[in-house]
T-cell receptor, first 108, second 113 residues
């Protein structure tokens, strides 16, 4: 069945540094979604990518969907302490399968 | 508009006991799903539903049952609790329209002793 793999598992950065997490699927996806989960909280939807090669930006966050629709990335420019949390990608065909997440910590 | 409501927030069960985790949404969402979250393993799909009367299995369905008799409710039943089912359980829902993500409930933290 569909599997979504995400790397790295952990990332610790100094405030102001950039951060990237990568997501790879074993199958072609109809779309990919990204979520953020703050410590002790629940996942919160960030964005959905649908088109091959699509790039979307939300302030300091840049999301990309690969040409083959099997991989995606989330890049944060100049991290802030408010970016702390775990970032999940989720690939969708009919059901929604999540990657294991990348846990981001930011040192002030 | 309460969103996705999960009850209870915390539960301790003894091995072999059964219970139902409740999930209700008031957004008229067609899609609803149950996930469990364990450290280092992300969110794993247990069961999902694309509409009232329709359910399907996810990645880890064993030991769990679901039903979807109404659009609003999607309860998750643990038939005979085992320590391996100790986890945080999230219910989520979304509209059937293409460009919307899931809205998650605040979760149920379940411990099986």
């Amino acid at each position: 069945g569909q599997q979504v793999m995400q790397i790295p598992q952990y990332q610790h950065v100094q405030e102001g540094e950039d951060f990237t997490t990568y997501c790879n699927s074993s199958t072609t996806l109809s779309n990919i979604q990204w979520y953020k989960q703050r410590p002790g909280g629940h996942p919160v939807f960030l964005i959905q990518l649908v088109k091959s090669g699509e790039v979307k930006k939300q302030k300091r966050l840049t999301f990309q969907f690969g040409e083959a629709k099997k991989n995606s990335s989330l890049h944060i420019t100049a991290t802030q302490t408010t970016d702390v949390g775990t970032y999940f990608c989720a690939g969708s065909n009919n059901d929604m399968r999540f990657g294991a997440g990348t846990r981001l910590t930011v040192k002030p | 508009n309460a969103g996705v409501t999960q009850t209870p927030k915390f539960q301790v069960l003894k091995t072999g006991q059964s219970m139902t985790l409740q999930c209700a949404q008031d957004m008229n969402h067609e899609y609803m799903s149950w996930y469990r979250q364990d450290p280092g393993m992300g969110l794993r799909l247990i069961h999902y539903s694309v509409g009232a009367g329709i359910t399907d299995q996810g990645e880890v369905p064993n030991g769990y049952n679901v039903s979807r008799s109404t659009t609003e409710d999607f309860p998750l039943r643990l038939l005979s609790a085992a320590p391996s089912q100790t986890s945080v359980y999230f219910c989520a829902s979304r509209t059937g329209s293409a460009n919307y993500g899931y809205t998650f409930g605040s979760g149920t933290r379940l411990t099986v002793v």
